[in-house]
């Protein structure tokens, strides 16, 4: 039987309300503490009506991911078409980062434990969802390189999918320091804000082709 606009409307209600109960549990104790149970009980659903909306605790884990995922792209996008350069445009993307970061910490961090979860047991439509956004972001890294190559700004021997990937993982990492690195830090009187800026701007230099000038 087709779905009436009216019967797919709330159900999306549903779903978002679903979404919404989860996204809090999983901020509070991330993916491996929370069980399905306990965001049943917040929504005074019993589990097998959960399990209509979402046939996974990683499909559900994954629909939160992907709201921060959506944040980031569009915050990517913004940040890009605010630089003119290749290079500037690409090291824009780790300030875009950057941001999402400090603005949207609890999205950052399931995002960064997400990486670590395996996905088979997700609905395909989801995971199709988190895989088209993923590849965004990685997708504007690459054009802002070969925008960089094109306008003589970035190195043109550089592979333009291996050097995006790079930044993505080097940038990550540069965000997430351990409790080690923020007390030698501390230590040496320096920051984790001089730590972000410095390793931005040694990826920024490690990208850009130098001219006769330089």
Known sequence: MVMTKRRKQERQRKTDEIIDAAEKIFFQKGFN???MD?????????KPALYRYFKSKE??????????SEILDKMMIDNVNSKQSGID?????GYAYWN?????????QLMTEARNINPENMDLKSLDELTKCGKNYLKIMCDVIDIGKKDDTIREDLDTFLTANFLVESTVAVMRTSETMNIALKSM???KEDYIKH???LMKHSLKKMNKLD
């Not at 499909?59 to 921060?68: E, I, K, N, P, T």
């Not at 445009?89 to 993307?93: E, F």
């Open 33 to 35: 503490k929370t069980t």
């Open 38 to 46: 306990e965001i049943a009980a917040e929504l005074e659903l019993t």
């Open 59 to 68: 499909d559900l884990y994954f629909a939160v991911v992907l709201r921060g």
């Open 89 to 93: 445009k690409t090291l824009a993307t």
């Open 100 to 108: 999402f970061y400090e603005e949207y910490p609890n999205y950052s």
């Open 189 to 191: 009187k320096k920051t």
């Open 199 to 201: 390793s931005l701007d």
